[in-house]
């Protein structure tokens, strides 16, 4: 049979003579971001919707403040990274009402890769000074990141739950509708409580003193109970980073700002320092304290 030498990376060889009942179909093959055959076009713009992402920064100040542009754009990674992070919470959830501590626990990874990226964006928005801010801020009331959905939705899904947001945060009937249903679902911790039980280590919800006993159990003896232990690391690392992100971002604001108001009419930097002691896991840090 006669051989043909061809690059590997072209296109497969079709017979297409006329007629010939044994010639192979056209087949769709990827090659570098392009798909041939019915989905001829496909590029790495149009399947990331590239043109319509980049469109999306819209400056409020007239004439142009150069750093508008730089608040938008790190902003929506923001609520891009957050809208990952909901994903994967409730994969990690779910992971662990289904037994299956190990997958949870490789995304609770994933969760803190993303978290220490959020922190180190916070020093690209340092990049732009106090004056700099000033110069298109007032445009931005009454907006505020306080009003930040996916947000908060991060933070009910951790088990931070308070009804009294939905006054001040959708903009729509289904972003009330989302955060009206987290506030209904069970949060990680709800699932991390029920993974435990069902290993033998009880966390009854009505009874603090048996879920403290349980938990010493866990810790003290790690080689009967590594699965439980790997994952309270895991969650206890996704508290302590957002903690950071919270702290980051206050010295961040603080910096920017002082003292003034937030632009959605909060009271700023004072309201952000009187987050800082909230905990998802306020158990797994007690624990600490009675090993």
């Keep these: 049979m006669a051989t ?3 690059d590997p990376g072209s296109e497969p060889m079709v017979d297409e003579r006329a007629g010939d009942e044994f010639a192979e179909p056209a087949r769709r093959v990827r090659r570098m971001g392009r798909v041939s055959g019915e989905d001829e076009g496909l590029s790495y713009g ?17 004439p142009p403040a150069h750093d508008e542009l730089l608040f938008i754009v790190v902003h929506q990674a923001y609520e891009l990274w957050f809208r990952e992070m909901v994903f994967e919470l409730e ?6 009402f289904a037994g299956d501590p190990a997958t949870a626990r490789h995304y609770l990874t994933r969760v803190h890769a993303i978290e ?9 928005l340092e990049t732009m000074s106090p004056q700099d801010f000033l110069e298109f801020r007032s445009h931005l009331s009454p907006a505020s990141g306080f009003q930040s959905v996916q947000f908060r939705e991060v933070e009910f899904l951790s088990g931070l739950k308070q009804r009294g947001f939905l006054s001040n945060l959708p903009d729509t009937d289904e972003e009330r509708a989302r955060l009206e249903r987290r ?13 435990l039980s069902a290993s033998r280590l009880p966390m009854p919800g009505d009874d603090p003193e048996r879920r403290a006993a349980s938990l010493l159990e866990m810790a003290r003896d790690r080689g009967q109970h590594a699965g439980p232990w790997d994952l309270s690391e895991g969650l206890l690392t ?5 903690s950071l992100w919270r702290f980051r971002h206050i010295l961040m604001v603080v910096r920017q700002i002082g003292s003034k108001s937030g632009t959605g009419g909060s ?25």
């Design 46 to 62: 149009s399947y990331l919707k590239v043109p319509e992402l980049i469109g999306l920064q819209h400056l409020l100040s007239d």
């Design 91 to 96: 994969s990690v959830r779910d992971l662990m």
């Design 267 to 291: 009271s700023g930097a004072s309201y952000l320092q009187s987050t800082l002691e909230k905990r998802f896991f306020p158990e797994l840090w007690a624990l600490r304290s009675d090993l």
């Design 116 to 124: 220490r990226v959020l922190i180190e964006q916070i020093p690209v």
């Design 183 to 195: 506030l209904e679902e069970p949060t990680l911790w709800d699932a991390f409580c029920d993974y």
């Design 4 to 6: 043909t030498d061809r």
């Design 238 to 242: 996704h508290d302590e980073l957002f």
